[in-house]
């Protein structure tokens, strides 16, 4: 359910006029005193009440009775004190765009805090929103929700447009995805995308993300149609734009599509697009995510040695852009490669780094369970049973918390595999029955 946003925000005139009588009664003026020759008492206790917006040339004028810079008066931050959280703010931006996630949350952190109680709602916003994108980033989605929500309200306000909003909208979207609330996200990016559109304002660029990470969420749901009809119209407005990372955003989501309907080669052929425009980027860590696809799809093509130099290629990169759910993806996928090739002590002791490195990661659930799996049969393949029968469980209980009827179906043909081990055949049959069943209700 998405929740209704406030209408509680003051208004800037009101604000304007709360500061203006806090700073006149600390001045030690009644309304006449501040009003001069060149206003009556009633006009200033109307800008103080904020029933009128008083000019600029005005506000200067008072701001000048009251000994305060124009801009303080105005929005309640002084020209210094702006400059200086738009250097905070600039830095933390940086910081987020270069994957540095950590440094970029205690970035923003310094910024709202130095905007804290000066009342401009243009810079907390701001503040809000990024310091959100790199929580989430970091693998803290609630946390981030919980800051949207306090952007949402302030965003309410009327100097904040439509895209503004839908930017918001966009965000919890996002992190909604990251914690499994799928239908949560698709309706709030249906609504994000609606706000944007009909706002009239040029968007394209959000609007390209919203599709794109909506694509994502109908992929989740193995709505692959809907999934490809997003990632054609994202890609349609950012080449429009000559947005290069939006192409690359694109064509990686249109390689993730085409992997899952089985198209392989066209798959392999969109990954690499994607990975070309993320190294002109230099943006190593979608590079490193590149590679990790190309390593699954080559290996599904048959070439397990270039597979094997992808993934750790992949690992590689991991490391060096300090992402270890990314590294944790590529250390499953090598660990599956020994498990093929029967190596299971080296299969074990891979899926194990792999998890060890998703703890706590509520939002790489959906990697979780692959490396339970992979555990798991490297420990039935050797005799140790009730180990695997507790990494099936767990892979089972994290497809089920992502509700992945995909990801369960394969929870359950290991439990069947073990119990035929066992010799409990009539456990196995029943097993193999759900997934059969399940799978025949999965729209491919």
Known sequence: MILSATTSTPTASVRLGERMRALRVAAGLTQTELAGDRFSKEYISQ?????????????????????????FLSVGVSTEERTKVEALLARAEALSEANRDEEAVDA?????????GTLAPALEFRALLGEAWALQQHGEAQGAVELLQRAREIGEGPEFSDVERSDILFRLGVCRYKLSSIGTAVALFDEALALAERSGLPCDLLRADILGWRSRCHRRQRDYVAAREDVERALELAQDLGDRRAIANTYFQASLITQRQG????????AQRARELYQGLNDERNVGRLLLTLGGLTLLLGDEEQAVEHLKASYSRALDTDSPPDAAQALEGLARVHLNRGEYDQADGLARQALDLLQGREDYLHEVCPSQLVLGRAL???????????????????????????????????????????????????LYRNAAEALQEIRF
Request: charged share 35%; aromatic share 6%.
């Open 380 to 430: 039935m393949e050797r005799g140790r049973n009730d180990e695997a029968e507790e990494c099936f469980r767990a892979a089972d209980a994290a497809a089920e918390q992502l509700a992945s009827i995909s990801h369960r179906t394969e929870a359950w043909v290991a439990l069947g595999d073990l119990a035929a081990r066992r010799g409990q055949d009539r456990e196995a049959a029943r």
């Open 263 to 270: 198209h392989w080669v066209l798959s392999r052929s969109y």
């Open 108 to 116: 923003f952190r310094e910024a709202r805090l130095a905007v804290k």
């Open 47 to 71: 800008i103080e009440r904020g029933k009128t917006r008083p000019t600029d040339a005005t506000v200067t004028w008072l701001a000048e009775r009251l000994g305060v810079d124009p801009a």
